[in-house]
């Protein structure tokens, strides 16, 4: 089992930054999926982005694709989300994710994300 603890939320205004930083312990070694959601009220979830260790892919939606940087420090157990220049449409909810990737193709699909930190909030005026 892995625990995940993220940190880093708050209010900023509009084109501004925040660095979203989530810290992992257990068995944080078979977890090769880390990635970062977040869900609106009303809306699905979306995957923000991701890193995949197996294969030293990276992933980001269309919607934070050059906004947001993925990154990690294995010393620290921790995963980060640098997010710049920020929007109002960024308001919401975000949660770290960590997973072991799919058996056969070594992907991180959605399913493969299986341990969850509580969330933390990012609100941008």
């Known amino acids: 089992h892995v625990q995940l603890v993220e940190s880093g939320g708050g209010s900023v205004q509009a084109g501004g930054s925040l660095r979203l930083s989530c810290v992992g312990s257990?068995?944080?070694?078979?977890?090769?999926?880390l990635g970062w959601f977040r869900r609106a009220p009303g809306k699905e979830r979306e995957r923000v982005a991701h890193i995949n260790t197996a294969t030293g892919g990276t992933y980001y939606s269309d919607s934070v694709k050059g906004r947001f940087t993925i990154s990690r420090d294995n010393a620290k157990n921790t995963l980060y989300l640098q997010m710049d220049n920020l929007k109002p449409e960024d308001t919401v909810m975000y949660y770290c994710?960590?997973?072991?990737?799919?058996?056969?193709?070594?992907?991180?699909?959605?399913?493969?994300?299986?341990?969850w930190g509580q969330g933390t909030r990012v609100t941008v005026s």
């Open positions: 994710a960590a997973g072991v990737p799919a058996f056969w193709t070594s992907q991180c699909l959605n399913e493969q994300f299986t341990n």
């Open positions: 257990g068995r944080t070694y078979i977890t090769q999926c």
